[in-house]
């Protein structure tokens, strides 16, 4: 396809486009003349990859790093994996002891990897709780884990298996688009579960 | 306790909690002499929930509107839990119509409400996703629901009934503070189930 028709494809305004062609974010077109080149579905996979991951904020700096192990995911995809992971967020405080979230880890018992990047992740929002005043007790933690096991193993099921680039596209954006869908729907699960517990009580019209 | 202990026990400098006085976050002290005031639990809990809001990137501006709501939740507690949980993090577009969202609700057959502002925020996140050509499907939707509701439910079992204060700092905290929780859990749930599968498959060392 021409660029004028991948714009149309991609929602990618031009100028953009020519942007992360210099850049090499965006893979050449084939070129058919001096000036025209062939574009294809692999352009418009990787605009919308692109824009999906500079959608949720992230800058064009960590968005190459990703693109550069799609490009090239290495000897090792669970490593790749890892890696694309760490580089949509990296752990704001490199710290090398987790105390809170081995704990957790250890508690749930499941095989988790304890040099997985999100465990700073995990380490960091456990003491964020912690330090104002509604730390997680090892009851919310084993109420949670068989539920949010039970997400991602729905996720993994999905991921694509025989093409490396397309396992670490879809682990990318599965993991930072997901996220706000998941929370936007636990939010609306608590508002209804406490409409009814506060109609049930009484409590709509409850004077305080 | 003398300001120096509130110190000491919220963590949070005094320069700081001189700060919020003035700004009317922190409620006045009860005065013992012309230069000093005695602080008590509540001092201690407000100032944790400023340090909460404020280190997930929360503005004062909304600080203060939640801090209102908690001080004032007015006649309708469920209202005032849904103020407090908008003012968390407003919708990114005002939309009126969400049909993605309406959809999704629909095809969840959940009692949700139209009408939450987490609404807007779950129509935004869907078309996130459908941008980016990872959009939800039903079978995704219908596959994560039973679980986020479960986990809904252990919040909910665990807020204060009694006290509208407490249960709007509860729902407010939970919602931010355990949200990057279960996405660290999801994350490295997604790594373990990887590491099952592409070691089943002989994959981790595939040559890619």
């Known amino acids: 396809m021409l660029v004028s028709e991948l714009v149309s494809r991609s929602g990618v305004p031009l100028a953009s486009i020519k942007y992360y062609l210099r850049e090499g974010l965006l893979m050449p077109g084939h ?5 025209r080149a062939d574009y294809d579905e692999t352009h418009v996979r990787r605009l919308r990859l692109i824009k999906g991951l500079s959608g949720v904020g992230l800058s064009l700096g960590r968005i190459k790093a990703i693109i550069a192990l799609i490009d090239e995911p290495g000897p090792s995809l669970f490593d790749a994996l890892g890696t694309a992971v760490y580089a949509l967020s990296p752990p ?17 018992g499941t095989p988790y990897l304890p040099d997985h990047p999100a465990v700073a992740q995990l380490e960091h929002a456990l003491a964020a709780a912690e330090a104002c005043g509604v730390g997680m007790t090892d009851d919310q933690l084993r109420a949670y884990a068989p539920h949010i096991e039970a997400i991602a193993a729905v996720d993994i099921a999905l991921m694509p298996r025989d093409d490396p680039a397309a ?5 990318v954006l599965g993991t930072i688009l997901y996220e706000p869908i998941i929370a936007a729907l ?9 409409a009814d517990l506060l109609d049930k009580q009484g409590d709509l019209t409850h004077d305080v």
């Open 167 to 171: 396992a670490i596209e879809y682990v």
């Open 31 to 35: 070129a058919t003349s001096a000036t």
């Open 186 to 194: 636990r939010r609306l699960g608590h508002a209804a579960l406490a």
């Open 92 to 108: 704001p405080v490199a710290d090398e002891s987790h105390p809170r979230a081995t704990a957790a880890l250890e508690l749930l």
